[in-house]
């Protein structure tokens, strides 16, 4: 029992500003909602050092965005009318790094197979899809989907969304993106997103190769009066590995 309050408490701390993770039945699909952004492509440059130190000089990845002014005035709007009529201390600074910390800790509990510890961080209905997904896929694809936290090398937002159930329970929905390095066993020619980077750490004789993945996480929360303010995962997507 220990094990598994142990994740949740430690988000909790994490997510100290939007709230710690739990299980929320999931609302119909059919509400208004913000239209869909249009996927963000990173321009990647330079290698990466996020490895074991080593001599010689470490370089960095750097991933620059070009975002659509409509699209980031769209999003901002959203969050204003969040503050305005849901939650008047919703930052999406403390919110983005809250999803950064849950994102690296649920993609390494995936890869662990470990979804027992995802019952407070995770709906149902998406651990039951997972555990069917999970169990067929290859080693070195499992291995692809966690994310160390300085592995992360970009965080944006995706499609953000108010809307209301037929109870007239009000919920706030955030799709979170993250471009992410792994060392894993994967092809160079995985279809996709997914780019191949050779970092040096020193010299020409000394590389490691790592891949640049995309996954997509939305979290969700109930503001209906005297709901908790907890936010839960809803959606998880890692293109081209969990399919």
């Not at 869909?36 to 991933?63: M, S």
Request: proline share 7%.
């Amino acid at each position: 029992m220990a094990l598994r309050a142990a994740p949740a408490r430690w988000l909790w701390r994490a997510l100290a500003a939007p709230g710690a993770f739990r299980v929320l039945p999931p609302p119909p699909r059919a509400a208004a909602s913000a239209p869909a952004l249009p996927p963000a492509r990173p321009l990647c440059t330079g290698t990466g050092g996020h490895g074991p130190e080593r001599e010689g000089p470490r370089r960095r990845v750097l991933v620059v965005r070009v975002t659509s002014p409509l699209a980031w005035l769209r999003t901002r709007f959203y969050y204003l009318l969040i503050r305005l009529y849901f939650d008047q201390e919703f930052s999406v600074e403390e919110f983005t790094r809250g999803a950064k910390q849950a994102f690296s800790v649920v993609s390494k509990l995936l890869s662990q197979r470990k979804l027992d510890l995802l019952d407070e961080l995770v709906s149902a209905e998406v651990l039951q899809v997972l555990k069917e997904k999970l169990s067929l896929l290859p080693d070195n694809h499992r291995d692809a989907l966690a994310a160390d936290i300085d592995a992360i090398m970009y965080t944006t937002e995706g499609d953000v969304r108010i809307y209301y159930d037929d109870d007239g329970r009000k919920f706030v929905s955030i799709l979170m993106r993250f471009w992410y390095l792994n060392g894993a066993n994967l092809p160079d020619e995985v279809p996709g997103e997914t780019k191949v980077f050779q970092i040096v750490f020193g010299d020409e004789s000394t590389k490691e190769k790592r891949h640049l993945l995309t996954a997509n996480y939305e979290f969700q929360r109930e503001f209906t009066e005297g709901a908790k303010p907890d936010w839960t995962i809803t959606r998880i997507e890692h293109p081209r590995l969990l399919e």
